[in-house]
């Protein structure tokens, strides 16, 4: 079974700095990737995706991720980061195998942007 | 693009009613729909999946007579927690999907669901 694993619950980080929150998958089939991010009180909003091709994602907001199937992983980051970036971050990966269509989540990633 | 709006954001009610949410996709066709509950500072729970005029695919653990889905139309899905009670109260989340499994899910604003 697939499972996400965000190694970080929560990063504080000051505005203007550069943030990375980090992402490992387990599955060793052909996935796709997400990052999407939870403001409070508030469903979901999708940052960005990899299904095929550059391993490089550019999303809104000024976010990327790279995607490193070597290493299963799809790191989110953003070089300067500012106060409304304070939300909650969850990285998915759904596959195809066995016609799964399911979407597993991470637990996510608190990001705390501090003036 | 891609829009789905969900109704109510906020339902208060007596325990032993039945609740209605309803979840739209204003600008697509979504072919399917699911259902997820979050719990204070966790992660999303698949809650079931569901397709335009089929039967929902429901989670082990679910109940599916508790969590009535009815998946009308390609824009319309509904979940009725039926005979509500305190342990029922959540964070619900619909999202609606265009196309095949490669494609993102786009998700409502949640309803949140307080039984007294």
């Known amino acids: 079974a697939q499972s996400v694993t965000q190694l970080d619950s929560q990063v504080p980080v000051f505005e203007e700095a550069p943030v990375e929150l980090r992402c490992n998958y387990s599955?060793?089939?052909?996935?796709?990737l997400f990052w999407y991010v939870q403001y409070p009180n508030q469903g979901l909003q999708l940052l960005l995706k990899y299904l095929s091709g550059s391993t490089l994602v550019k999303g809104i907001n000024g976010f990327e991720a790279e995607f490193n199937k070597s290493q299963t992983s799809f790191h989110l980051r953003k070089p300067s980061v500012h106060i409304s970036d304070t939300a909650e971050y969850f990285c998915a990966v759904t596959t195809t195998q066995g016609g799964s269509e399911k979407l597993v989540f991470g637990k996510g990633t608190k990001l705390t942007v501090n003036p | 693009g891609a829009v789905v709006s969900q109704h109510p954001s906020w339902v208060i009610c007596k325990s032993g009613t039945s609740v209605k949410i309803e979840c739209r996709s204003l600008?697509?066709?979504?072919?399917?729909m699911f259902w997820y509950r979050q719990f204070p500072k966790q992660s999303l729970m698949l809650m079931a999946t569901s397709n335009e005029g089929s039967k929902a695919t429901y989670e082990q653990g679910v109940e599916k007579d508790k969590f009535l889905i009815n998946h009308a139309s390609l824009t319309l899905s509904t979940l009725t927690v039926t005979s509500a009670h305190p342990e029922d109260s959540s964070f619900y989340i619909c999202?609606?999907?265009?196309?095949?499994?490669?494609?993102?899910?786009?998700f409502g604003d949640g309803t949140r669901l307080s039984i007294l």
């Open positions: 599955s060793s089939v052909s996935v796709y």
């Open positions: 600008d697509f066709q979504a072919t399917t």
């Open positions: 999202s609606a999907r265009k196309g095949q499994v490669n494609q993102p899910q786009h």
